[in-house]
């Protein structure tokens, strides 16, 4: 019985690690992803240029295009630089709900070691008490964690609010 309960442990902790791997992979995929897009969209960008200043003759008619309204739309930068106040609220409330539902999780889990320490007829394994604490650990930091989104997702409305940052103005990351 005790073997099978340590192979199990064994198990539990291999798969959490290659998960854990594969989160942090995916996170990296992402990462890269969004810079090799917003490289490739600012290389199409500057050849746009380029084909743009060949076609003017001289820099009186390149100026006296940039000068109407399509030249200066063509000189906003179409990648997103700026954020909206209410999308990082929305943000900060979203790792909110995920950190509740993570440290639910870790709280569920740290019940059911618990149910079985309790059940046991024996004094427990040590094993046992210090992956109780862990499960413990981390539903605490997953929850202290939320609070802290929850809570700079109420600083920035209350900041934007006050700031009178509005739907028509907008804000750097």
């Known amino acids: 019985m005790q073997d099978n309960i340590i192979t199990s442990t064994i198990n539990e902790e291999t798969y959490m690690f290659v998960a854990l791997l594969m989160l942090l992979g995916w996170v990296l995929w992402l990462l890269f992803r969004r810079y090799q897009m917003s490289t490739q969209a600012r290389l199409q960008r500057a050849e746009a240029f380029n084909k743009l200043i060949e076609k003017f003759g ?4 390149f100026i006296a295009f940039l000068n109407t309204e399509q030249g200066k739309k063509f000189l906003e930068d179409p990648l997103p630089q700026q954020t909206h106040p209410k999308k990082i609220v929305l943000r ?7 950190l509740v539902a993570v440290a639910a999780g870790f709280m569920i889990k740290w019940h059911q070691i618990q149910e079985f320490i309790e059940s046991q007829s024996t004094p427990p394994d040590i094993n046992w008490i210090n992956e109780s604490m862990d499960y413990l650990y981390w539903t605490m930091l997953s929850a202290a964690l939320s609070v802290a989104m929850f809570v700079l997702a109420i600083i920035t409305y209350v ?15």
């Open 159 to 173: 900041f934007s609010k006050r700031w009178r940052i509005d739907s028509t103005t907008e804000t750097k990351h």
């Open 92 to 98: 900060f409330v979203q790792m909110g709900v995920i």
């Open 58 to 61: 001289t820099a009186t008619e």
